[in-house]
């Protein structure tokens, strides 16, 4: 059964709840809607544009239209967490952002997103403690939270709840906190009495019910990629070509990809500029004046929990090149680096190593 309540006694309920929890946007999306960029992730997945990332082929239907198990009835909550304030412009220097000749593997080595906890197991908990104080109001809400791990396309429903929009690199950028945010969605019972001031199915609105209200809402309410205008600086930063001209990624080329989620050897004659990276990838974030000016913001700080790699200093990446299980799991079970496991971890931290060498051979020539 559906639980009715108008979209002011949800925005009251969120407005009162998130700050607690360290969520920084929230946002709802009536369901069932229609997902403008549907035909263009069916043709992402039929080009292979997926590059190996299999799970993206499993169920795809079931990403375009959440809620299906339920009669595609109800609603999808939508929070974003930040973990960096943006990127100062000095990291636009892709020496500064994976590729220099730096003393610690750590601080330029591994993307933001990963100098921290596990982002799945801080922001999940964020939301279930929202859920679990919005019950105090509705008893009968039934929701399922998940954060990138479920099937939903996270970036798209948090552009349409009006947590952004979406930027040439692909990622969610909202105009005061830039793109160093995790998404994650909560699918529930509950039912906007007054559904119809988001629009027709499928048009973004225009402000999340939480959070910083944009300015441009106009852009963001209208129209997909509009905010970046003619600006291309992720697109023409990425080493490895992976951003097409007009939006979408090629995951078969992209870095993050090949140091995160792929097993063996990187393929040289794909992805020739993993460089210095050791793992993810920040170029085409570092780079987009959105993170630049949202460095320069005087931002309340990310949960703490986001910055704690520091812990790790002390691990050379000669270690690291040589790290058995154990180990591996005594230093990253809780962290994202989990997620390229031992073997991951050893090729990463070889390339690494050859490629600093080389650099210092030339320095020293
Ligand atoms: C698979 C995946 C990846 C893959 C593929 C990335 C990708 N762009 O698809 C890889 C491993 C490369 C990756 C990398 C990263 N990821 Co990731 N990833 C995901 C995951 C699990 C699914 C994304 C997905 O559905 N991709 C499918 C494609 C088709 O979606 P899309 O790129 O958004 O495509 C749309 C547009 O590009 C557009 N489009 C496509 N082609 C075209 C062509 C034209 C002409 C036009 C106009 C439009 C267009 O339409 C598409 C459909 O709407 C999500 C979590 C989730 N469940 O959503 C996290 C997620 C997207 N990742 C996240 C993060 C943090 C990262 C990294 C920053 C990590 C890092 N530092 O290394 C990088 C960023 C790289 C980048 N520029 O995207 C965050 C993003 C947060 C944000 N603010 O946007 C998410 C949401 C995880 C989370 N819960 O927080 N990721
Ligand atoms: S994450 Fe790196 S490799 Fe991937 S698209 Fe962005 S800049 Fe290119
Ligand atoms: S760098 Fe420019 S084109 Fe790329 S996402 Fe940022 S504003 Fe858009």
Redesign the pocket.
């Known amino acids: 059964m559906g639980i009715m309540v108008t979209v002011d006694e949800l925005k009251a309920r969120l407005r009162e709840l998130c700050p607690a929890e360290g969520i920084d946007l929230a946002g709802a999306v009536p369901l069932p809607c229609r997902l403008p960029l549907a035909g263009k992730f069916r043709s992402w997945l039929a080009d292979g544009r997926h590059g190996g990332l299999e799970y993206m082929l499993r169920d795809p239907e079931t990403r375009l239209q959440p809620g299906l198990n339920q009669g595609g009835n109800g609603t999808l909550l939508v929070f974003a967490q930040g973990y960096t304030r943006g990127w100062p412009l000095h990291d636009t220097d892709p020496s500064a952002t994976g590729r220099g000749d730096l003393q610690s593997p750590w601080t330029a080595g591994v993307a933001r997103y990963a100098r921290g906890r596990d982002y799945h197991d801080i922001l999940l908990k964020a939301i279930k403690g929202v859920l679990r104080d919005l019950r105090s109001s509705w008893p009968d809400l039934v929701a399922h939270a998940s954060c990138d791990t479920g099937p939903y396309l996270e970036r798209e429903y948090a552009w349409l709840a009006g947590l952004g929009f979406l930027g040439k ?1 692909t990622c969610l950028i909202h105009e005061k906190l830039g793109s160093g945010l995790f998404l994650g969605v909560a699918l529930t019972n509950l039912e906007l009495e007054d559904a119809a001031v988001f629009g027709p199915g499928g048009r973004p609105r225009a402000e999340p019910l939480y959070g910083v209200v944009p300015r441009h809402r106009r852009q963001v309410e209208t129209a997909y990629l509009s905010a970046c205008g003619r600006c291309t600086r ?1 697109i023409d ?4 070509g ?2 097409g001209p007009d939006g979408g ?1 090629d995951a078969g ?4 990809n090949w140091t995160i989620e792929q097993r063996g050897e990187v393929p040289v004659d794909r992805v020739k500029e993993t460089g210095g990276i050791l793992f993810g ?1 920040d ?2 974030q570092a780079v987009c004046p959105w993170n630049n000016r949202a460095a320069g913001r005087d931002l309340p700080p990310v949960v703490a929990e986001y910055d704690t790699l520091s812990e790790h200093d002390q691990v050379g990446l000669a270690d690291l090149a040589a790290i058995d299980a154990r180990e591996f799991r005594r230093l990253f079970r809780h962290t994202p680096l989990w997620r390229c496991h031992p073997e991951g971890m050893r090729r990463n931290a070889a390339r690494v190593l050859a490629f600093r060498t080389a650099q210092g051979s030339q320095e020293g020539k």
Request: include cysteine; proline fraction near 6%; aromatic fraction near 0%.
């Open positions: 690199n992720c930063a990425c080493p490895t992976a951003l990624l080329a992209c870095i993050s990838c170029i085409c």
